[in-house]
Nanobody, 130 residues
Framework: QVQLVEFGGGSVQAGGSLTLSCEAS????????MGWFRQTPGKEREAVAA???????SYKEAVKGRFTISQDNGKNTLYLQMNSLKPEDTAMYHC????????????????????????WGQGTRVTVSS
């Protein structure tokens, strides 16, 4: 089992920045892929970014160049640095973890699709006002 808790959401104006963090606990040694998703009411979750245990990363096209995913393995913490935020980035952001490698997750993330990770956090809300 892996437990995930997100932090760092909030309200910012367009053009601002936020850094989300996700603390993982439990069977983290078995995790090989982690990612960030976002969801707005009435819409499916969409992949935003993913990072593998080998350091490879992927991003949804709409956030490429503005968002950066990273991880601190020593602290079992995943991050999402979000810059140049836009109102359309407003959503509930969730982190997720999987025992498999990111091979398929990267493909899905670049398309902004849905990847069924093994574990999910409860989410942290991000609101961007214009």
């Amino acid at each position: 089992q892996v437990q995930l808790v997100e932090f760092g959401g909030g309200s910012v104006q367009a053009g601002g920045s936020l850094t989300l963090s996700c603390e993982a606990s439990g069977d983290t040694d078995s995790v090989h892929c982690m990612g960030w998703f976002r969801q707005t009411p009435g819409k499916e979750r969409e992949a935003v970014a993913a990072i593998g245990s080998d350091g490879t990363t992927s991003y949804k096209e709409a956030v490429k160049g503005r968002f950066t995913i990273s991880q601190d393995n020593g602290k079992n913490t995943l991050y999402l640095q979000m810059n140049s935020l836009k109102p359309e980035d407003t959503a509930m952001y969730h982190c997720a973890a999987d025992y498999l490698s990111c091979s398929l997750a990267h493909v899905v993330t670049m398309k902004g699709g849905y990847y069924n990770y093994n574990y999910w956090g409860q989410g942290t809300r991000v609101t961007v006002s214009s």
